[in-house]
Nanobody, 124 residues
């Protein structure tokens, strides 16, 4: 299984970015998927997750600004990030939990596969 993130970069506060995670070796339409992030000096934290059935969960800090989506035809997970803030600066990781899950999976330890991350920097 391989997960490859892209779309990170540098943007000013208030701007937007769209992250993509292309997945191979497993079918994301079945799996629970998620986006996590890790800022310098901080622990990895949940950003947004989506269950196999399409239920979503967002961290309070991104609710209303970020949208997680899944393109089953392209086996790609997306994260649309709007109204970015300096505190959104982090490396963003895509994660996949193999097997069908009727509920959202929030614990990072439950995910089986991770990408290498893509860096997002938001300047004020």
């Amino acid at each position: 299984v391989q997960l490859v993130e892209s779309g990170g970069g540098q943007v000013q506060a208030g701007g937007s970015l769209r992250l993509s995670c292309v997945v191979s070796g497993t079918t994301i339409s079945i799996n629970a998927m998620g986006w996590y992030r890790q800022a310098p000096g901080k622990e990895r934290e949940l950003v947004a997750v989506i269950s196999s059935g399409g239920y979503t969960y967002y961290a309070d800090s991104v609710k209303g600004r970020f949208t997680i989506s899944r393109d089953n035809a392209k086996n790609t997970l997306g994260l649309q990030m709007n109204n970015l803030k300096p505190e959104d600066t982090a490396v963003y990781y895509c994660a996949s939990k193999r097997g069908y899950s009727t509920v959202v999976v929030r614990r990072a330890a439950e995910y089986d596969d991770w990408g290498q991350g893509t860096s997002v920097t938001v300047s004020s």
